[in-house]
């Protein structure tokens, strides 16, 4: 499907709703092309994934409300409120993050509003990325390795659950009360329960700590433990009984040639151009087997990738947190000028 021919698509009555809903009918600041036809992935069985920003209302703004989201399963379009989007981004959710990075003919209609968010984009960028972008790609492919893992194998199996963990402390700071680098330390050790085989541990030095936030940390390093011994979860059973686990792993890669772009040059680069041969190569099945299970190839290639953002963490340039005074201002300048109808 081109460009024109999504554009007459939502010219069409089942996407009318985004001109007569009442959190979007004259509030719309961007609506863009999301899924695989942002990517440039998109085949003749892809889906129109459509997403869009839009502001809340004068007495939204002035009451504190936010209607966060509007979302139409029948077409697969969700607008995201202006205050929400903001939050997603300064996370760099990568399933919001990538609405900033289009190619400019993939926007379906921009306002100055929404002009400015994109003039303003990198204010959001920061190492925050190496965990949503990189953290999940690990996850996820480690998840499908470890299906595989033999006992032999114990020690990689525990060794990957470990680095997951170590993925989801990287943003503990931004959700627990904040405790020094050095005050907890985890390593790979031979068990105290199981002869033969490897263990994680912890060393933890923490003083004044507030024990729900410790509860909470405990919690979720639970929580990565939890998913890892489900195995497979429904999704990507799901993915597996459709024959889409090629697809599956080409978003995930895609994930990483992202993150890369993120840290190294600052730039959002959602339509993958340049990586379009081999990230289709990918869906189209070239990295399973026989089994349709991801080859020692895909692996490898995966472990080149984790070493590559490894490298990036220490020479990008980006900050640990987003530019909040930045962000805060831009977003106290939008809401008054929608208040004072200066728009």
Do not use: W
């Amino acid at each position: 499907m081109t460009i024109e021919q999504i554009k007459e698509e939502i010219t069409k009555p089942e996407y009318h709703f985004l001109g007569t809903n009442p959190y979007l009918a004259g509030n719309m600041m961007l609506i863009g092309l999301g899924g695989s036809h942002a990517y440039g992935t998109n085949n003749e069985n892809s889906d129109l994934d459509i997403r869009g920003i839009a502001h809340n209302t004068p007495s939204y703004i002035l009451s504190g409300r936010d209607f966060e989201q509007v979302v139409d399963v029948p077409t697969d379009t969700v607008i995201y409120s202006f205050d929400k989007i903001v939050k997603l981004l300064c996370e760099a959710n990568p399933n919001t993050i990538e609405i900033v990075g289009l190619k400019p003919e993939q926007y379906l209609y921009i306002s100055s509003l929404g002009e400015e968010i994109l003039k303003n984009k990198q204010m959001f960028l920061s190492k925050r990325c190496i965990r949503s972008f990189g953290g999940y790609a690990f996850d996820q492919l480690r998840r499908m390795e470890n299906k595989a893992c033999s006992k032999a194998e114990q020690e990689k199996y525990v060794e990957n659950i470990m680095k997951s963990i170590q993925n989801a402390m990287y943003d503990f700071r931004t959700r627990h009360y904040e405790f020094p680098e050095d005050a907890i330390n985890m390593y790979l050790d031979d068990s105290v329960k199981v002869p033969g085989e490897k263990e994680i541990f912890l060393d933890i030095t923490l003083h004044h700590y507030p024990l729900a936030d410790h509860y909470g940390i405990y919690s979720e390093m639970n929580q990565v433990i939890k998913d890892y011994k489900k195995g497979n979860n429904h999704r990507n059973t799901n993915a597996i009984t459709h024959d889409k686990l090629g697809k599956h792993m080409m978003h995930l890669v895609r994930l990483y040639l992202m993150c890369f772009d993120i840290l190294d040059n600052g730039e959002i680069v959602t339509y993958r151009e340049k990586d379009h041969d081999f990230l289709m190569s990918i869906r189209d099945g070239k990295y399973l087997d026989g089994q349709d299970q991801p080859t020692k190839e895909f692996f490898e290639i995966v472990d080149e990738y984790e070493a590559k953002l490894d490298r990036l963490k220490e020479t990008t340039e980006l900050p640990d947190k987003p530019d909040f005074k930045k962000i805060n201002e831009f977003v106290a300048s939008v809401n008054e000028r929608i208040v004072k109808n200066e728009i």
